[in-house]
């Protein structure tokens, strides 16, 4: 159970593939209107991966111990789907808010990030949702720095996700990301600061939180893969991929289409 260091030169690479996973999210955005299905969505960032960016879309037939191999090459939760939504013939409508989280693998290393979307106006409560999630997000990142302990991470999401009324699930966590899509450690989005693995420069995971407007609890569907809440709230997740650094942190899955950095990271 050791945490892999990679190398400048893997680092490297996993900046490439982690850009080009951002540069999948700045792509699909505008697709994101009434009418479309989410299957529509995933052939648009299939297509671009394969076939524009020459790479290979992480989802299409994954298949981690006890699971089906997973059917399409990004995943699309809606409204009270949690995370990996299998992208449908439903399609979207006003109002609707959905998560795409692309994986994207480049030369062998692999990019993971994903972003909320709404379908024309939101309402009021599901914006706050996703912007106190992306918050989360990146209140995770913040305390990213060499000794800082995985614990801490967990600790502050925990915090900004309950101190506004929100839940955090626990059945899914972020992850170290390389060669393998997942691999050690796991990073929880709850828990105690000063607990868990210390953060060395060169370590790589991702920070993904989900986070439910209601109770925590979560159920996956028959499909063996969509995750939704239990009590049918509202749920938002944002994605990035992250290295420790010698100073603290770099986000290897940004791009010219993400969203700036909330106003209390100074990067
Ligand atoms: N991208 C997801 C993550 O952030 C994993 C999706 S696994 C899949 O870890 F098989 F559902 F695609
Ligand atoms: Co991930
Ligand atoms: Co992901």
């Keep these: 159970m050791s945490i892999p260091i990679?190398?400048?030169?893997?680092?490297?690479?996993m900046r490439v593939a982690g850009r080009l996973t951002g540069e999948v999210l700045d792509y699909i955005g505008a697709f994101v209107k009434s009418g479309v299905t989410t299957g529509e969505l995933d052939r648009l960032c299939h297509?671009?991966?394969?076939?524009?960016?020459?790479?290979i879309p992480a989802p299409l037939n994954y298949a981690p111990p006890g699971h089906a191999p997973y059917p399409k090459s990004i995943c699309s939760s809606v409204n009270h789907q949690v995370c990996?939504?299998?992208?449908?013939?439903?399609?979207?409508?006003?109002?609707?808010?959905?998560?795409?989280?692309?994986t994207v693998i480049k030369d062998g290393w692999h990019g993971d990030s994903s972003r909320m979307f709404s379908v024309g106006e939101p309402s009021i409560q599901a914006r706050r949702l996703s912007e106190i999630t992306y918050e989360c997000m990146w209140k995770g990142i913040a305390v990213v720095r060499p000794g800082a302990h995985l614990g801490d991470v967990g600790a502050a999401i925990q915090r900004h996700a309950e101190s506004n009324g929100y839940s955090v699930v626990r059945e899914f966590c972020g992850h170290g990301i390389g060669a393998a899509f997942h691999e050690e450690p796991q990073v929880l989005h709850y828990g105690k600061a000063g607990t868990g693995p210390k953060l060395e420069p060169g370590m790589v995971f991702t920070?993904?939180?989900?986070?439910?407007?209601?109770?925590?609890?979560?159920?996956?569907?028959?499909?063996?893969?969509?995750?939704?809440?239990?009590?049918?709230?509202?749920?938002?997740?944002?994605?990035h991929t992250i290295v420790v650094t010698e100073t603290g942190f770099e986000v290897l899955t940004q791009s010219a289409g993400a969203p700036a950095a909330p106003a209390f990271i100074t990067l």
């Excluded at 190398?7 to 490297?12: G, K, S």
């Excluded at 449908?88 to 959905?98: E, M, R």
């Excluded at 159920?219 to 009590?231: I, S």
């Design 6 to 13: 990679k190398t400048p030169d893997q680092i490297e690479k």
């Design 47 to 55: 297509d671009l991966i394969v076939n524009v960016q020459q790479a």
């Design 84 to 102: 990996h939504g299998v992208p449908g013939d439903k399609k979207l409508k006003n109002g609707d808010v959905i998560n795409l989280d692309i």
């Design 207 to 239: 920070i993904e939180p989900m986070i439910n407007a209601g109770r925590r609890d979560v159920r996956v569907l028959g499909d063996g893969w969509t995750v939704v809440t239990k009590d049918h709230s509202l749920s938002a997740q944002w994605e």
